[in-house]
């Protein structure tokens, strides 16, 4: 294998992370392995046994996201699933047992309260406080696990990593970072102390808007083997070509995450200094509630800007009026998209609450689009 290390610069990283060594006349990075059965003649041994349990193009793509999530480590272990929920609820149903207590933001992504109704019907207590002012501290007491959502999603609000690990760890918890917003570029919670960075693949990682994926990195073995268990017994596995389109997708995640935080930015300052009050929430604009903790652990600061208009109707002007951005949901894609959140009903914002997913055009293009719609939109 091609190794990068932590003394390489992230771009570099991304380009090399995960290549197999070179071969003379083949591909830099081989073609997607599929596969439900191998050779396997005699005893069962070697890495490649049946196509639910491991595959060629997994590993290559684990190799790549784990020197991401923690580069010059060895001791970290990268499971890919075919979605960010499996990987979610790998770590949760694998880690936890009826009597067990989890802590979990209730600021978090929409579908985490479903999961709270499963935990709770396996006999598991949850209990759940804000992202912000590091709320899950004060609930920590009994936990086994601890899970953040930093930033959060939709709400952007960032709690301090390093604090709450040490906290959860102090009282024997297992501590659980949702990375999908920042991505490893933007922020390592393994470097942080945390024992799990689980991440939703499918937004900006893999950056087009097609392809599912999830993936789990963590440094504690026995727990990463749990992690792989439940892997095997729900089939939660990644296509083969799913896999390798991630692959391929990291060399220009460094590209991507660069500009689409400059104009996350720009759309932020653009919306900030509008002559209405939109209260603006992104993590990288000074004076955000979260700029200072966020300053402190986050490298870049994602591609997702939240604010708020004064109605359901005005928010849905904005959105028509838009000519450069999709009205989509998920984000993180190269593709600029924005929704009204409160259309799903399941995140707790106001009906005109916008989130913005700031993709890869021209900064002025995509700055003067919003302020169009925007104008258009008082009408």
Not at 103 to 110: L, T
């Amino acid at each position: 294998m091609t190794e990068t290390t932590g003394a390489t610069g992230e771009g570099t990283r991304a380009v090399r992370a995960g290549l197999p060594e070179p071969v003379k006349n083949e591909p830099t990075l081989p073609g997607p392995v599929f596969a439900a059965h191998f050779h396997l003649p005699g005893d069962v041994e070697g890495p490649y046994t049946y196509g639910r349990d491991e595959n060629p193009t997994w590993t290559l793509l684990e190799r790549a996201v784990g020197e991401l999530e923690a580069p010059g480590r060895d001791d970290v272990e990268t499971l890919v699933f075919a979605s960010g929920m499996a990987a979610i609820s790998s770590v949760l149903f694998s880690q936890l047992r009826a009597g067990d207590t989890v802590v979990m933001p209730d600021d978090g992504y929409q579908a985490l309260p479903l999961v709270h109704e499963q935990l709770r019907a396996y006999g598991i207590q949850v209990r759940t406080a804000p992202t912000g002012g590091d709320a899950q501290l004060a609930v920590l007491e009994g936990a086994r696990l601890l899970w953040i959502e930093t930033p959060s999603n939709p709400g952007l609000d960032v709690c301090d990593i390093r604090r709450l690990v040490d906290a959860a760890h102090a009282r024997g918890a297992l501590v659980a970072v949702d990375n999908t917003l920042a991505t490893p570029l933007g922020q390592r919670p393994l470097e942080l102390g945390a024992d799990f960075s689980v991440a939703s693949g499918t937004k900006q990682l893999t950056g087009h808007g097609d392809v599912l994926l999830g993936y789990v990195s963590g440094r504690d073995a026995e727990a990463m083997t749990a992690v792989r268990r439940w892997r095997k017994l729900v089939g939660a596995i990644p296509g083969p070509m799913e896999a390798w389109l991630a692959h391929r997708s990291i060399a220009t995640l460094h590209l991507r995450v660069e500009r689409q935080s400059a104009n996350a930015l720009a759309v932020a300052e653009a919306l900030r200094d509008w002559p209405e009050e939109l209260g603006v929430r992104y993590p990288g604009l000074p004076g955000d509630p979260s700029y200072k903790i966020a300053s402190q652990q986050m490298r870049r600061f994602g591609c997702v800007v939240s604010f708020t208009l004064p109605t359901r109707a005005r928010a849905e002007r904005f959105l028509d009026a838009l000519r450069l951005v999709d009205d989509a949901t998920s984000f993180g894609g190269v593709r600029s998209t924005a929704e009204r959140r409160g259309r799903w009903g399941g995140d707790a914002v106001p009906d005109g609450f916008i989130r913005f997913s700031a993709g890869a055009e021209d900064t002025e293009d995509l700055v003067a689009d919003v302020r169009r719609a925007l104008r258009e939109s008082t009408g």
